[in-house]
């Protein structure tokens, strides 16, 4: 009898032992340098809101992000088909995070067609965790699937977390009395509380949004909080996840900072502009995606003396921001690309009659209506070319979701000190996709000092103009002694009279051109990045910098001398373009359409021969897209 009992307390004392180190080791994380998750699922699955808390999680706790938001074409597409699927990616890192990352490591797949869309983009080690309550044979085939996904995408080798998220959703809330249907909503929390297990992030800011999004909903807050816990205990008992991850704080510069998107960083910087110029901001525009986030967000901000107009179209939308700004008003107007098409007379109007005026085209894939949810870089030669006879407007384009905010003050700058009309472009991928954003102090921010010409002014003559930059006054409707006259019909050259005379339209038509040509003695000049010389220069513009940043460094790290001119300002180009351009033996220039910066570039430098990468799939580039192209250049 002792004999037995002694065995069995050396039993008990190994499985404990044992225990122990299972434990030990499965708590232990293991530390990463940076991290792509990918959150997929139906449209009514959450996995926005699933990926915007994780990332405002991670920036909360000092990482660095990127986030690409990847919403479906059609506004109700099919439930469990591939046309429907609606995804989230997010790329946070220990050190600086420049793009959302081209593979995943962790994919969340809610149902088969999620994982159908996504396979393709994961990288060999991931671990992909599905919802297996909705891989039924109806969703399987639905997802275009014969039998078994796992084994048709021969991912039988990843690590396949297979967790019944719906299931368990319904069990952790069986006692609320709410209905299936609200039940089934907080799925998505269930998921992201695995991924908060799995990678050592803490519940509380998740718990707080709860509190302030549904402080009159107490039910929901709890089943919300419920399910949250319950995925990331689950994933904490299971034993397929033997182990946790840490992203460590990325080092950047102090200050205050916040989690930004384009849209949001774009109507600031219009708020911040309307600060410094002393004008109060007027903002004219129809809803369109992706741009309807600049308008939603600034009519929220009447307690800053926003005026918001949601007009009845684009025409009307553009129309009473030229009258705003006639008025004397910083005057804006939002859209996208079909938008910007209706707006096009009334732009040429604003160029006619010299009036500053802020356009900002959130670009998206076309022709027509085209990919409404999907990014593209495709309207540049509308905006350089668009309208009918010679009407020049000034050009800027935003680089990453935080500058946005930069661009528009710029844009707002240009256009009320050079008295021309400016379109700011942005686009889908940098309207949704968000960053951390340092947020500035406005005692920092350049002065802006629009030309109104002050009451008491003798002599007043509304084309006379500033001998340096060609702009004229702005004399503000109703001014005692500055009566004058503007319009649509060509205007004589000084006095502002109706004229059809061939020489002052010829002379009035070099003036529009020449104003917006000498905005380049008030932008600053083209600096490249990485190598100054060498053999293959990247050129891009707009939303594509991330990428060509990221590939950049990558190549100069192998040895390469390749170096990076990334453009802001598109009319007029910086004075030195030709100059940096010379300094490289070969010029590849990656654009997300056809190639319509390059035949600009050949139109202002024929001189130079260009070479394309061009991507037209509703995707931003890849880093290993622009990597293959430069290093097949340096090969030749």
């Given at each position: 009898?002792?004999?037995?009992?002694?065995?069995?307390?050396?039993?008990?004392?190994?499985?404990?032992?044992?225990?122990?180190?299972?434990?030990?080791?499965?708590?232990?994380?293991?530390?990463?340098?940076?991290?792509?998750?990918?959150?997929?699922?139906?449209?009514?699955?959450?996995?926005?809101?699933?990926?915007?808390?994780?990332?405002?999680?991670?920036?909360?706790?000092?990482?660095?992000?990127?986030?690409?938001?990847?919403?479906?074409?059609?506004?109700?597409?099919?439930?469990?088909?591939?046309?429907?699927?609606?995804g989230f990616q997010v790329h946070f890192g220990h050190s600086r995070v420049k793009t959302?990352?081209?593979?995943?490591?962790?994919?969340?797949?809610?149902?088969?067609?999620?994982?159908?869309?996504?396979?393709?983009?994961?990288?060999?080690?991931?671990?992909?965790?599905?919802?297996?309550?909705?891989?039924?044979?109806?969703?399987?085939?639905?997802?275009?699937?014969?039998?078994?996904?796992?084994?048709?995408?021969?991912?039988?080798?990843?690590?396949i977390i297979k967790a019944p998220v719906s299931s368990l959703t319904k069990e952790a809330l069986k006692d609320m009395g709410l209905d299936m249907k609200s039940v089934l909503r907080s799925k998505n929390m269930f998921a992201l509380g695995m991924i908060y297990w799995l990678f050592n992030r803490p519940l509380t800011f998740t718990e707080e949004?709860?509190?302030?999004?549904?402080?009159?909903?107490?039910?929901?807050?709890?089943?919300?909080?419920?399910?949250?816990?319950?995925?990331?205990?689950?994933?904490?008992?299971?034993?397929?996840?033997?182990?946790?991850?840490?992203?460590?704080?990325?080092?950047i510069e102090k200050g205050t900072y916040r989690n930004i998107n384009g849209n949001t960083a774009t109507a600031w910087g219009l708020i911040a502009a309307s600060e410094k110029s002393g004008l109060q901001l007027f903002v004219g525009s129809y809803p369109i995606t992706p741009a309807t986030g600049i308008l939603e967000e600034l009519a929220l901000r009447k307690d800053l003396g926003v005026i918001t107009v949601q007009a009845e179209d684009e025409i009307a939308g553009i129309t009473t921001s030229i009258g705003a700004s006639f008025a004397g008003l910083l005057a804006a107007t939002t859209t996208s690309g079909p938008g910007l098409a209706l707006k096009s007379e009334a732009l040429g109007l604003a160029v006619i009659t010299e009036l500053p005026l802020v356009v900002i085209d959130v670009q998206r894939g076309g022709p027509s209506t085209g990919l409404p949810t999907k990014t593209e870089q495709s309207d540049l030669m509308q905006v350089l070319f668009g309208r009918n006879g010679e009407s020049p407007v000034a050009v800027v384009a935003a680089s990453t979701p935080s500058n946005c905010f930069d661009y528009a003050f710029e844009a707002a700058r240009l256009a009320l000190e050079h008295m021309t009309p400016v379109v700011l472009m942005s686009d889908g991928y940098l309207a949704n996709g968000?960053?951390?954003?340092?947020?500035?102090?406005?005692?920092?921010?350049?002065?802006?000092?629009?030309?109104?010409?002050?009451?008491?002014?003798?002599?007043?003559?509304?084309?006379?103009?500033?001998?340096?930059?060609?702009?004229?006054?702005?004399?503000?409707?109703?001014?005692?002694?500055?009566?004058?006259?503007?319009?649509?019909?060509?205007?004589?050259?000084?006095?502002?009279?109706v004229s059809y005379d061939p020489l002052n339209h010829q002379e009035m038509t070099n003036i529009r051109a020449e104003k917006v040509k000498r905005i380049v003695n008030d932008i600053p000049e083209l600096k490249p990045e990485g190598k100054a010389e060498g053999d293959v220069l990247l050129v891009g513009w707009g939303s594509t910098y991330g990428h060509l940043k990221s590939a950049q460094e990558e190549l100069v790290k192998k040895g390469k001398k390749v170096g990076l001119a990334h453009f802001h300002y598109i009319n007029p180009l910086p004075g030195n373009t030709a100059d940096i351009l010379k300094k490289f033996k070969k010029i590849l220039v990656c654009e997300l359409n056809m190639g319509q910066f390059a035949n600009y570039l050949r139109m202002n430098f024929p001189q130079f021969e260009y070479h394309q990468l061009n991507k037209v799939q509703g995707l931003p580039f890849t880093v290993a897209e622009i990597k293959e192209a430069a290093n097949n250049l340096l090969e030749e």
């Open positions: 009898m002792n004999a037995y009992r002694t065995w069995w307390f050396l039993y008990a004392f190994n499985v404990l032992i044992l225990k122990y180190i299972f434990m030990t080791k499965k708590e232990k994380p293991i530390e990463l340098e940076d991290v792509v998750i990918r959150f997929s699922g139906d449209s009514g699955d959450g996995m926005q809101l699933t990926g915007t808390l994780f990332s405002n999680t991670a920036a909360l706790l000092g990482n660095d992000i990127a986030t690409f938001p990847d919403y479906p074409a059609e506004i109700r597409a099919p439930q469990g088909t591939v046309g429907g699927v609606s959302p990352g081209d593979l995943t490591d962790v994919l969340v797949a809610m149902n088969p067609a999620a994982l159908k869309a996504n396979a393709k983009w994961l990288k060999h080690s991931a671990t992909i965790i599905i919802d297996v309550d909705n891989f039924t044979p109806k969703n399987i085939r639905k997802a275009g699937y014969q039998d078994d996904p796992i084994k048709e995408e021969k991912l039988e080798d990843y690590n949004f709860f509190k302030s999004k549904f402080k009159k909903k107490p039910e929901i807050i709890e089943a919300n909080e419920r399910v949250l816990k319950a995925g990331y205990y689950y994933a904490e008992t299971i034993e397929a996840l033997h182990t946790t991850y840490i992203v460590r704080p990325a080092k968000s960053e951390p954003w340092k947020v500035p102090e406005m005692k920092d921010m350049p002065e802006i000092k629009p030309r109104i010409v002050p009451e008491g002014t003798q002599d007043y003559q509304p084309y006379k103009r500033d001998p340096e930059t060609l702009a004229r006054g702005w004399a503000i409707p109703g001014t005692p002694g500055l009566e004058h006259r503007i319009g649509g019909l060509e205007k004589d050259e000084i006095t502002g009279n």
